[in-house]
């Protein structure tokens, strides 16, 4: 089973209106509400691939309980720490005239006595989990020493941990050695602390990231597909070239295909191949981390895997 953590969800509101402007009242023609959160967009793309899949993090209030319900729709387990609040929502009005903004909340704050008591149900439950991913940024009162403690009890356990942060965040983590890291160029730039473009600069990150003791150090590059140190080996992983409607949450739904593909017992490489053609495959969908299984199989054909 796959477990994912969400410690900051989010009720995702988006306003379908036509010329916003403030000081104004709208009557939006529509409007779509969703449970939003990285690892929450893991969860669904690994469940629709066919995996077993459960949910934690913090919630709290109506909005939390909503969160669950839509999981619970979907067939995924959830075992969430409540909080006290309300868990955020994040609202996004997007105009007909193309442009689109967003407001989004900071989420209820997390105290010491509830991530204990997450921590301590995480150890207990983390035995019927094959492989553990944490996403996104962290709810207030929570720092990244969250992420460490979630790494050091799954590797105590025996259990991979695929650790999807940026900032400082990532960079705390990556002194706890999770099995994987994935930043996307941007987020390798501002880990690096200089500009990552060249190829010559992902392959030094990526021996840097690998002697730090990351085993499997991957970098999506969007379009461009992903660069991994596999087996001693530089390998650029080029993605099917395709017509893009959304390329939000290809990077969540590249962590649940390489979620898959290791729980599945394959090859690292493979995985990761996996884990393009899910990439590959969120960028068909309007939804954020939606793919099908259909699109995935068909773009596992089509990646490549090339030594540098
Ligand atoms: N335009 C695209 N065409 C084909 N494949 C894509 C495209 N964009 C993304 N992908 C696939 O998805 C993978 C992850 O994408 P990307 O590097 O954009 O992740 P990300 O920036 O972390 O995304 P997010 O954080 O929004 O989930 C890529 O390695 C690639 O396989
Ligand atoms: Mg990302």
Redesign the pocket.
Known sequence: MILTITANPTVDRVYFVDNFQMGEVHRPERMVCSAGG?GL?VARVAHIMGEHTAAMGFVGGFNGEYIKSELHKLGIETDFTRVDGETRVCVNISDKNGLSGEILEKGPEVTLAQIEEFLKDFENHVDNYDIICASGSLPQGVDSSFYCEIIRISKAHGKRVIV?ASGTVLEDVIEAKPFMI?P?RYELSLLMKKEVEAIEDVKNALIFLYEKGIELPLI????D??MAYIDGEFCK?N????K?KN????????VAGIATGLRRGMSITDSVKLG?AA??A??QFEGTGMVSEELVEKYYKEVTVEKL
């Not at 993605?239 to 395709?242: L, T």
């Not at 939000?248 to 739904?253: E, F, P, Q, R």
């Open positions: 990285k967009n999807d994935k996307n999506t590059l969007g379009k597909g992903a992983f993605s099917p070239n395709v893009v390329t939000v949450g290809s990077g969540d739904s590249t393009m990439g590959t969120n960028t």
